[in-house]
């Protein structure tokens, strides 16, 4: 079954190091790969998209990869601030079946420390 | 940018009653709208699809007359959970796309406790 996987549960940094976060996912090819961002309580933000033919995409601080030969994603959060703090989601989808159907992972919780 | 509502935010309900939560897409025509189902500490999960003026499309292992999800319009998706009991409690999030984007707008949530 599709499994997707993202490397820890939490990851605490100092304020103005980079975050990098990872997402793995097996016996999937998706077409595409999403970045969430969730608050406590609240529901997930979307961040970026990246499609399978793109290796790399940018969004002010942030970077995604995308390598379809490691089946992995790694999200990066440059000169990173205590705001940054929240829960990140990765998403996996593609053009079959339901529009815009997603396969979450159970995210990674980034502490940002001042 | 696109905005979702949930309503309610929260709700505390007794056992074997039912509980209406209500997504609307406030500033665009939603074409597909998603419930999903979030247990503490664990991802989101696709409960159904429902795309204006059909019927939802249903996960495996979904009750879809447990479960019932009506998308009336291109605004309002409504999910009612019939005879709720303590294990139906959890976080619910919808989330609505538009056109040929995969982006999906998420909805805050909605924290339902079955006591």
């Known amino acids: 079954s599709q499994k997707i996987e993202q490397n820890s549960e939490a990851l605490n940094i100092q304020e103005g190091k980079t975050a990098t976060l990872t997402c793995n996912y097996t016996?999937?090819?998706?077409?595409?790969l999403q970045w969430y961002r969730q608050d406590p309580g609240r529901g997930p933000v979307f961040l970026l998209l990246?499609?399978?033919?793109?290796k790399e995409k940018r969004k002010e601080r942030l970077k995604v990869t995308f390598d379809t030969t490691l089946k992995q994603s790694l999200f990066h959060i440059t000169a990173s601030q205590p705001a940054d703090s929240a829960t990140y989601l990765c998403a996996l989808g593609d053009y079959g079946g339901s529009q815009g159907n997603l396969i979450f992972g159970k995210g990674t919780k980034l502490s940002v420390k001042p | 940018g696109a905005v979702v509502s949930q309503h309610p935010s929260w709700v505390i309900c007794k056992s074997g009653t039912s509980v209406k939560i209500e997504c609307r897409s406030l500033?665009?025509?939603?074409?597909?709208m998603f419930w999903y189902r979030q247990f503490p500490k664990q991802s989101l999960m696709l409960m159904a699809t429902?795309?204006?003026?059909?019927?939802?499309?249903?996960e495996q292992g979904v009750e879809k007359d447990k479960f019932l999800i009506n998308h009336a319009s291109l605004t309002l998706s409504t999910l009612t959970v019939t005879s709720a009991h303590p294990e139906d409690s959890s976080f619910y999030i919808c989330?609505?796309?538009?056109?040929?984007?995969?982006?999906?707008?998420f909805g805050p949530g909605t924290r339902l406790t079955v006591l």
């Open positions: 989330s609505a796309t538009s056109g040929a984007s995969r982006e999906q707008f």
């Open positions: 990246i499609r399978e033919n793109e």
């Open positions: 016996n999937y090819s998706p077409a595409y």
């Open positions: 429902s795309n204006e003026g059909s019927k939802a499309t249903y």
């Open positions: 500033d665009f025509q939603a074409t597909t």
